[in-house]
């Protein structure tokens, strides 16, 4: 079943490469900003518990600066090792300039 979709910025506020800390229902979730393409994903790596805040964008992937893992921001699955593990994503939408996340 889907949840509800609940706003967690402004669709300016992220220029391409940035990324966003946000907590929604008391997880710890990264808005990225993917070459103009928004996605919420955790903010934690699925290989050590360890923020993606501190790592980077690069093509449609965010990269963990602890171990250079990198994940695909649509899928969350790993790309490189060390990491095995996906992340997960999570629906993003914007209306009227709000970006919203759907969570479960």
Not at 94 to 99: A, L, N, P
Request: aromatic residues 6%; hydrophobic residues 35%.
């Amino acid at each position: 079943m889907a949840g509800d979709w609940i706003s967690i910025a402004r669709e300016d506020e992220l220029t391409p490469g940035q990324m966003k800390r946000i907590q929604v229902a008391g997880q710890r979730l990264l808005l990225c900003n993917a070459d103009g393409k928004l996605h919420v994903v955790d903010e934690m790596c699925s290989h050590e518990d360890y923020s993606l805040f501190l790592g980077c964008i690069q093509n449609g992937r965010i990269k963990c600066s602890l171990h250079g893992s990198y994940f695909d921001l649509e899928t969350g699955q790993p790309t490189t090792e060390p990491a095995d593990a996906p992340i997960c994503t999570y629906p993003v939408k914007t209306i009227d300039g709000e970006v919203l996340v759907q969570m479960p």
